[in-house]
């Protein structure tokens, strides 16, 4: 039997609460306070495949890597946090990191600009910034997203690896007040940014990433189409908190991975 894992810290809880069970029965609380990773069976049914995930605490792999030149520096709790992976896995997907886009693109802020996207968008009322400048920023943003996923390639090289992005922006602006989990005293002070901004942003920094990643031999895909509104956003009734998907969502991603399992060409 072939074997896949999935590696991942907060947006993998959709797939544990859906295949494994709770999340929050307190069994995973030790990935948090002793940074060690929770490694067993991810059961998505997949004739032929056995699946596991690993579950880790993301500022328990320590400061994303840094790449200068052609040389990739991996901090050491990374590399252990990677060795829990299986050494004999045929294919990695991954869901690691992901929170960059959130943090940096959630809360409003006055002072960000806007850009003109492939359709003419733009938002009334906002300083212009040129596509140049908006992919450096998406570019700096994503960089630990690449790092990570670089260091990943590196320490498992025969392995095929997919990378799953964290989900598009809620549509929703009233889903998201109501379900602020840590932003709320900041939505309170700036607002959230306005939806077609945040979905402008998100869709230049992944198209870039994935550019990067294709590079280097690195399937990314994107989010489960069954998830998201016309516009793109992520449907409410998907979500878990401001920035996660929830079983609903999980269930496409299941979807996502048998998909790609099955065109694996065989050994």
Known sequence: MRRFAVIGSSHLFGLIQQYVGP?????????????????AELPLGIEGWRGDFVLYNTPAGGPPPVLQGDVLFIPPQLTAILGAIPADVDVIFSLMRGQEFAISQLVDDPSHADF?????????????????????????????????????????????????????????????????????????????????????????????????????????????????????????????GCLHGNTFYAQGLAAQIEEVLAHVPPV
């Open 23 to 39: 999340v929050d029965s307190g069994a995973y609380q030790f990935v948090w306070d002793t940074g060690t990773p929770a490694v």
């Open 116 to 240: 003109i996207d492939d359709a003419g968008g733009f938002e009334p009322g906002r300083r212009w910034m040129s596509r140049a400048d908006a992919q450096a920023w998406a570019g700096d943003v994503a960089q630990p997203l690449l790092t990570t996923h670089l260091a990943l390639r590196q320490q498992f090289r025969s392995a095929r690896l997919v990378h799953l992005p964290a989900p598009p922006p809620i549509e929703d602006e009233a889903y998201i007040r109501a379900n602020a989990e840590g932003f709320g005293p900041l939505f309170a002070q700036h607002g959230i940014k306005p939806f077609a901004m945040r979905q402008r942003f998100y869709r230049l920094m992944y198209a870039g990433l994935n550019r990067q990643l294709a590079a280097h031999g690195i399937l990314s895909l994107p989010p489960p189409p069954g998830s998201l509104t016309p516009a793109g956003g992520l449907r409410a009734d998907h979500a878990r």
